[in-house]
Nanobody
Framework: QVQLVESGGGLVQAGGSLRLSCAAS????????MGWYRQAPGKERELVAR???????SYGDSVKGRFTISRDNTKNTAYLQMNSLKPEDTALYYC?????????????????WGQGTQVTVSS
């Protein structure tokens, strides 16, 4: 049984930082691309960042230069370091896993989802 468990969300002031973690189990973690998505109330789900099994990364335009995605295959965990947070970053953040890096886009079904962790940025 595959599980993706996010942690690290919370309430932070604008300009602050948070690091989200996504702990994976039940799959061969190193073979999967990992992604972070977010969804704010009343808005579409948005791809924040993704990382391939080989370490290639890409970011949504709204977070470039502020967020960094990484992975530790020895710990079966993906991370999202979020700096210079803004109130508009407030959302439920989900991690996702897929065998194909190009599947980690909006509107494409992916293999596995986590349950989400809330990030709230106060002004």
């Amino acid at each position: 049984q595959v599980q993706l468990v996010e942690s690290g969300g919370g309430l932070v002031q604008a300009g602050g930082s948070l690091r989200l973690s996504c702990a994976a189990s039940g799959l061969t973690f190193g073979a999967y691309a990992m992604g972070w998505y977010r969804q704010a109330p009343g808005k579409e789900r948005e791809l924040v960042a993704r990382i391939s099994s080989g370490g290639t990364t890409s970011y949504g335009d709204s977070v470039k230069g502020r967020f960094t995605i990484s992975r530790d295959n020895t710990k079966n965990t993906a991370y999202l370091q979020m700096n210079s947070l803004k109130p508009e970053d407030t959302a439920l953040y989900y991690c996702a896993a897929d065998r194909t890096f190009s599947h980690l886009v909006v509107g494409q079904s992916v293999d596995y989802w986590g349950q989400g962790t809330q990030v709230t940025v106060s002004s």
